[in-house]
């Protein structure tokens, strides 16, 4: 992309970050057509007006999400992006997300002991618990909305309460995760420049909200994930951008996601009422079930990659400095990787989905998602049934990346 001369105005520099193609509701909610088209005729292409690649095939997907040092998850690899300084300097760039390898692997290893299955088993009663009182409340009308009742907060007060956060502050927390991930209101320069402003402000409040947390722990410890961020910022293996930047980004990265996957899995088993039926007899294994929901409904539709030398994906050439764009939405429908891949399947085998996304930068909260969804759903089984839709309308999240709804009001028969 061309240089930016420092003159031009704030509003024209705004890269678009949301293709044309899904900026409406209908394309929120079923982006699936248009990646049919793209896989077929486009399978790479260079989009003009985001300055970007986007990738659509599984096999070129997975290659990208496994060769790291190709395609870095770190922007200031991506001179074109052309960074305000105050992005550029916000701890959120100072997280595993968006490093690279040794730096990377330093940061994850501060916490990755903690997100192992194991680790986590010790904390199933805890969340049944959670899920209970909510679930409990949530059915006690005949009729709830699944995302505000319930997928909304309990992946919240899990994480909160992980953290060592007070999780009556979710409110909070909601319009923090909310602005983070949501597409501008419009596509004019200045909705795109507010948007930015607005995302800047959020990253602030949340940067001034764990400095405080952080510097509580130094006197006042405890057995929550602060107090390890603390412990390994006062060891000298964390600067103080990048402990704040690990705090906001555990609280932001798991809790819009699992309120996604656990409504998207509702959502999915309301239009397949045979496939319902079994799992509220207790006779579906969930675990195959929700790998399924993260593959056809897969609450994370693209990642952002940045190429630091010329390479070619599919018969393209990608530049040194190129942001390229892996739809791991699209690479979970491609017929290529995938038998019957528009039928929802509730005991797919074998399902090698990226829903997770791949290799280095798999998600670190995989095991936390999946144990929160599947508690969810035994909870909900066990006090409905017969669940069903209360309307057809469906809201989407406002945004091309992350995938859900939000809001899923259904009816039930209590049990
Ligand atoms: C990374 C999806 C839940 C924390 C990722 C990535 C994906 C993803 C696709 C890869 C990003 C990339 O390669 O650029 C999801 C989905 C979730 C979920 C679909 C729920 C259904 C969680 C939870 C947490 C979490 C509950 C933590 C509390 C992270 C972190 C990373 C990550 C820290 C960065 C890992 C790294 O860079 O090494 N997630 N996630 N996620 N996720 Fe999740």
């Given amino acids: 992309s061309a240089p930016t001369e420092p003159s031009e105005p704030a509003a024209t520099r705004t890269a678009e970050r949301t293709p044309a193609e899904l900026s409406t509701t209908e394309a929120w909610l079923d982006p699936f057509d248009w990646y049919v088209e793209m896989r077929e005729h486009s399978p790479v292409r260079y989009d003009e007006s985001r300055d970007c690649f986007d990738v659509f095939r599984y096999d070129d997907v997975d290659r990208i999400l496994h060769d790291p040092e190709t395609f870095s998850s770190d922007p200031r690899n991506a001179p074109g992006l052309d960074l305000p ?25 501060v916490v990755e002991e903690w997100f192992r299955p194991r680790a986590l088993a010790g904390r199933r009663e805890r969340l049944e618990s959670v899920a209970a009182g909510l679930l409990d409340d949530a059915v006690a009308g005949g009729e709830m909305d699944v995302i505000d009742e319930f997928a909304y907060p309990f992946p919240v007060i899990v994480i909160a309460e992980l953290l ?10 909601r319009r923090w995760s909310e602005t983070l991930v949501e597409a501008p209101d419009g596509r004019t320069p200045e ?9 800047q402000r959020v990253s602030e409040e949340l940067s001034a909200y764990f400095e405080e947390k ?9 057995g929550d994930l602060i107090t ?64 399924e ?34 739809w791991i939405g699209s690479a979970n429908r491609d017929p290529a990787a995938f038998d019957a891949p528009d039928e929802f399947r509730i005991d797919r085998a074998p399902n090698q989905h990226l829903g997770f996304g791949r290799g280095t930068h798999y998600c670190l909260g995989a095991p936390l998602a999946r144990l929160e969804t599947e508690i969810a759903l035994t909870g909900l089984f066990d006090r409905a049934t017969g669940i069903e839709r209360a309307t057809d309308e469906l809201v989407p999240v406002r945004s091309a990346f992350i995938y859900g709804v939000t809001e899923l009001p259904v009816e039930f028969e209590r049990r």
């Avoid at 060592?164 to 927390?173: H, I, L, N, Q």
């Avoid at 909705?191 to 607005?198: G, I």
């Fill in 85 to 109: 300084p105050e992005e550029e300097r916000s701890p959120l760039l100072e997280t595993m997300l968006s490093t690279d390898a040794a730096r990377h692997d330093r940061l994850r290893g």
């Fill in 164 to 173: 060592g956060v007070p999780s009556d502050e979710r409110p909070t927390f």
């Fill in 228 to 291: 390890v961020i603390a412990d390994a910022e006062a060891a000298g293996e964390l600067s103080r951008t990048e402990a704040l930047g690990f705090c906001m980004l555990l609280l932001v990265a798991g809790n819009i996601t699992t309120t996604n996957l656990i409504g998207n899995a509702v959502r999915c088993l309301t239009a397949h009422p045979e496939a319902l039926a079994r799992a509220e007899r207790g006779d579906a294994r969930l675990e195959p079930l929700i790998e």
């Fill in 214 to 222: 952080l510097d509580a722990r130094a006197v006042d410890r405890r």
């Fill in 293 to 326: 929901v993260l593959r056809y409904r897969s609450p994370v539709q693209a990642l952002a990659r940045f190429a630091t030398e010329e390479v070619e994906i599919a018969g393209e050439t990608v530049a040194e400095g190129d942001v390229v764009v892996p």
């Fill in 191 to 199: 909705a795109m420049d507010d948007h930015r402003r607005e995302q």
